[in-house]
């Protein structure tokens, strides 16, 4: 029996969301304010120290355990020819992470993070959702309790990201469908179809729209019939994580898509997520606008792996070695303004 059973379980539990802890981020910012700098002089560092104080619950927050989840799924749309690349690389780079191949082992252990590869059946690919929901209940259920039960307690921070062929497809159709617009405003090149494969692309989620219309208006719906396992996963680790107070690192458009529905089921539900980046995938400035969040990085990558999130972990280090570790101008004999 899956964590979440029936889709009212899991409709409770993202109802019922934890806050941030005021106190930690109030005696944060209060520190932000005496250390040796101008105040604000910081920038967005000074925030991201605050918020990870806050949801850590510390006013000197730790990245002691950082840990990437990568989920890897596999979709039934890929038969449209929605990808520049076959559906069985999918199964190959799980094989790659595995050898420590890949971009995302380099970036991981360059960010100083744990990395976990979680496959989701890739060997049964989910139903092309232009021909009925890319998964039932059960196996939606399923993939989000194992994404949920993937997040460590322990861990100060989750660093999410995906492998699945097809997938900036489904992602497209997921935010077309939380969000509004058609297929030819959400799609983009992905892996890097040409102009054919990105008409197909559009018309192939427009299709999943039209066929999926009374499902728009419920975000585990939209999830559900448009969505893949790698993509319910990240949700369901979404969820765990803000169960646990943790702040989650967000990586590219399939991975902010996925995360998406927590925020339209409760107001201000990915308030514990940081955008690690915005990908080069066309629609993903705008699906973080919507969701009213700014990436921290634009260094024009489309990889997926969490590979974009790896890197802005680093970023959140030195935030909080300045957090952590500067002296203030009592300390120091610095004379304030
Ligand atoms: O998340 C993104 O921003 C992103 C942008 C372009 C490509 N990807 C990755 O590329 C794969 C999906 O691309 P495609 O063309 O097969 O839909 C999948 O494995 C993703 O991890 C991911
Ligand atoms: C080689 C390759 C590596 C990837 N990593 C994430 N998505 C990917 C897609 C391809 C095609």
Do not use: Y
Not at 270 to 287: F, N, P, T, Y
């Amino acid at each position: 029996m899956p964590r979440f059973a029936t889709l009212d379980d899991l409709r409770r539990a993202c109802s019922d969301l934890p806050l941030i802890d005021p106190k930690a981020a109030e005696a944060a910012r209060l520190r932000q304010g005496v250390l040796t700098k101008p105040p604000g002089s910081l920038g967005r560092l000074e925030e991201i120290a605050i918020r990870l104080a806050g949801w850590q619950g510390k006013e000197r927050p730790a990245l002691q355990r950082v840990s990437a989840i990568v989920f890897a799924g596999s979709h039934g749309v890929t038969a449209r020819g929605v990808s520049a690349f076959p559906a069985e690389v999918t199964a190959q780079m799980v094989a790659n992470f595995a050898a420590g191949g890949a971009a995302i082992n380099q970036l991981a252990k360059a960010a100083g993070a744990e990395l976990s590869v979680v496959p989701l059946d890739i060997d049964k690919p989910t139903a092309d959702f232009t021909q009925a929901p890319a998964m039932d209940d059960d196996a939606f259920l399923t993939a989000v309790s194992t994404g949920h039960d993937a997040v460590a307690q322990d861990a100060d921070l989750i660093v999410l990201g995906e492998m699945g062929i097809g997938n900036t497809t489904v992602a497209a159709a997921v935010a077309a469908g939380l969000f509004g617009g058609n297929g030819g405003e959400w799609a983009g090149r992905g892996t890097g179809v040409d102009d054919a494969g990105l008409k197909r692309k559009a018309e192939v989620i427009d299709e999943g729209l039209t066929r999926h219309a009374g499902r728009l208006g419920d975000p585990l719906a939209v999830l559900a019939a448009l969505g893949g396992r790698e993509l319910a996963a990240i949700f369901g680790a979404t969820l765990a994580a803000r169960r646990h107070r943790i702040p989650v690192v967000l990586d590219g458009f399939v991975c902010t898509a996925a995360a998406a529905p927590l925020a339209k089921l409760s107001a201000g539900g990915l308030d514990h997520a940081i955008a690690g980046h915005v990908s080069a995938e066309a629609a993903h400035r705008r699906l973080l606008e919507a969701l009213s969040l700014s990436p921290l990085l634009d260094l024009g990558m489309r990889l997926g792996e969490a590979s974009g999130a790896c890197l802005a972990v680093n970023i959140l280090r030195s935030a909080l070695a300045c957090h952590n570790g500067m002296a203030s101008f009592a300390e120091a004999g610095v004379s304030e303004g």
